[in-house]
């Protein structure tokens, strides 16, 4: 089945110790996103991707930063993780910037020791 | 930012009970997704309604895209244990490409 994984479903890091999340889809989906979510809370778009277009949202810190070396894989890299950056961390995609249904990987809970 | 009123933030009901959510806003939307998130998962998509007036069910679930296009409900007819968790709207404004997310509605169920 078409899907989005994100790998690995669970990481712990350490204060300021650089850590990377992983996405791939198999949906061949032109956008890819980034989602913080933080216990209780709805969805909070880091930035995305529409093809090699990143698109970062205002209120992101620099901290955080992404790749997508392909149409298939995306990276969430966090430079300096601290206690704050500790949440579920959701990847998406949908087919076109228009097509505005998202389909939503497992995600990544991130722990900040 | 714009925010999507989302309510009941919860709700605690009996198995076999129908169930009904909604999102409103000030705003006009163009898109209302609906999603149901499980502990420790991502959202898994559930609904997507692209017009006014739209209806869209799937198994027990119906939605509709209200005619104003300020507001949406979701339906959950007779619950089952697995129909407990959270459950998200979602919308695109007019104009915008992001969606705009509701705070959630958690729903539990009593057997």
């Known amino acids: 089945d078409a899907m989005v994984i994100q790998n690995p479903r669970y990481q712990v890091t350490q204060f300021g110790k650089p850590v990377t999340l992983s996405c791939s889809q198999t949906?061949?989906?032109?956008?890819m996103y980034w989602y913080q979510q933080k216990s209780s809370q709805a969805p909070k778009l880091l930035f995305h991707?529409?093809?090699?277009?990143?698109?970062n949202e205002a209120d992101t810190p620099d901290n955080f930063q992404s790749r997508r070396p392909n149409t298939s894989f995306c990276f969430l890299d966090i430079r300096s993780p601290g206690l704050g950056d500790a949440a579920m961390y959701l990847c998406?995609?949908?087919?076109?910037?228009?097509?505005?249904?998202?389909?939503f990987g497992p995600g990544t809970r991130l722990t900040v020791l | 930012g714009q925010q999507l009123n989302q309510s009941p933030q919860s709700m605690f009901i009996q198995e076999g009970e129908d169930v009904s959510m909604n999102c409103t806003s000030s705003?006009?939307?163009?898109?209302w997704l609906w999603y149901k998130q499980d502990p420790g998962e991502g959202p898994v998509l559930l609904i997507a309604l692209y017009k006014a007036g739209e209806l869209t069910s799937n198994g027990r679930l119906t939605a509709q895209f209200g005619i104003t296009r300020k507001d949406s409900f979701l339906n959950i007819s007779a619950s089952i244990p697995s129909d407990v968790g959270i459950y998200f709207c979602?919308?695109?404004?007019?104009?915008?490409?992001?969606?705009?997310f509701g705070q959630g509605t958690r729903l539990t169920i009593n057997p």
């Open positions: 705003s006009i939307f163009n898109t």
């Open positions: 979602a919308g695109r404004l007019e104009g915008a490409q992001k969606l705009v």
């Open positions: 949906l061949n989906h032109n956008v």
């Open positions: 991707y529409y093809d090699k277009d990143f698109n």
């Open positions: 998406a995609t949908s087919r076109e910037r228009k097509s505005y249904t998202q389909y």
